[in-house]
């Protein structure tokens, strides 16, 4: 069992390196990214088994339950099966993790944004912006897409490259893909989009609590990396508790910026609380906003790199 354990240790510490690098070198291609399908499947299975707006709310909540795991099932099933197979798991789990993370799509996307804005090309720049976010973005002003671009890459580093690592060190690669899986599905079915407002909130609130496990180093490391007592000020002045304030908070504070605000979804406005420093986001912030969370996941993942080496170590003299 001991052997088991340190064998473990060093595969997923392999794993977690192999991805981590792959994904800061390369981007898979979108059209043949395993998420892209998985992203058809999920809008195909909401016009199937999402009710109209003449049922009950318990009827949009049973679909939306059972359609959640009719999607899960298989693919966890499969990957369990596959790995359990593989004379080579590491390399099966570095190749997962990979898929898993895709935050090189993400940078991209940023750096899309960021340059459409600096040439002035504001409809670029919202089109971009876009396909980041579930909100509209045809009115956004230059601010406004600035910040929420900011917010989008901050948004999706916590919930996505920190909660895929953090689920893969805790439980493994299943757990991982999993929460991933969850993760994708939540923003197909926004509870926040026309048609999915009830359809979508059992996966939402287990997408939410399963976020903790990310955001909670995450927003340790990215007050680290830009001014932890402004941005450890800036959480506890937020008007809002809830966690997106929070991060929003933690890292505008740092930074020294305002984020959050009024969102408009559905042609519906939410007026987010304004969160962070008082100056507006300048375009200048954007930068320096991707070099922050550059570092932030340079330290994710060194740390994730010791526990599993000091899990390696424990285990060896047990």
């Not at 601010?143 to 948004?155: M, Q």
């Not at 991933?180 to 939410?208: D, E, K, M, S, T």
């Not at 402004?230 to 908070?249: E, N, Q, T, V, Y």
């Not at 969102?263 to 507006?280: L, M, S």
């Amino acid at each position: 069992m001991e052997a088991w354990y340190t064998h473990t240790s060093l595969l997923a510490l392999a794993s977690l390196l192999l991805a981590a690098v792959a994904d800061t070198l390369w981007r898979w291609p979108k059209a043949y990214h395993p998420l892209t399908l998985f992203q058809l499947l999920s809008d195909g299975m909401a016009r199937r088994v999402c009710p109209g707006a003449g049922h009950g709310k318990p009827q949009h909540y049973i679909s939306g339950a059972l359609g959640a795991v009719v999607l899960l099932v298989p693919f966890a099933g499969l990957t369990a099966a596959l790995l359990y197979m593989a004379e080579y798991p590491w390399f099966f789990e570095s190749v997962l993790m990979l898929c898993l993370l895709d935050f090189g799509h993400d940078r991209y996307r940023y750096q899309q944004i960021i340059k459409a804005t600096g040439q002035q090309k504001k409809i670029l720049a919202r089109e971009a912006l876009s396909t980041q976010v579930a909100r509209q973005t045809a009115s956004l002003s230059d601010i406004g897409i600035a910040k929420a671009a900011i917010e989008s890459l901050l948004l999706r580093f916590m919930y996505l490259y920190c909660g895929v690592l953090v689920w893969f060190v805790l439980l493994g690669p299943v757990a991982a893909l999993c929460y991933r899986l969850i993760i994708q599905i939540n923003w197909q079915w926004n509870p926040r989009l026309a048609g999915y407002h009830w359809f979508g909130r059992p996966v939402a609130l287990l997408a939410n609590l399963l976020k903790l496990a990310g955001a909670l180093p995450g927003i340790m490391f990215v007050m680290i990396v830009t001014h932890p007592i402004a941005a450890f000020r800036g959480m506890l002045a937020s008007p809002a508790k809830d966690r997106a304030s929070l991060i929003l908070a933690a890292f505008g504070a740092g930074l020294g910026i305002q984020l959050g605000g009024p969102a408009i979804y559905a042609n519906q406005k939410v007026r987010y609380p304004r969160v962070g420093a008082q100056r507006q986001v300048r375009f200048s912030d954007m930068t320096y906003a991707a070099r922050a969370i550059s570092r932030a996941r340079i330290l994710l993942v060194t740390f994730l790199s010791l526990l599993l080496l000091l899990i390696w170590s424990v285990n060896l003299h047990a």
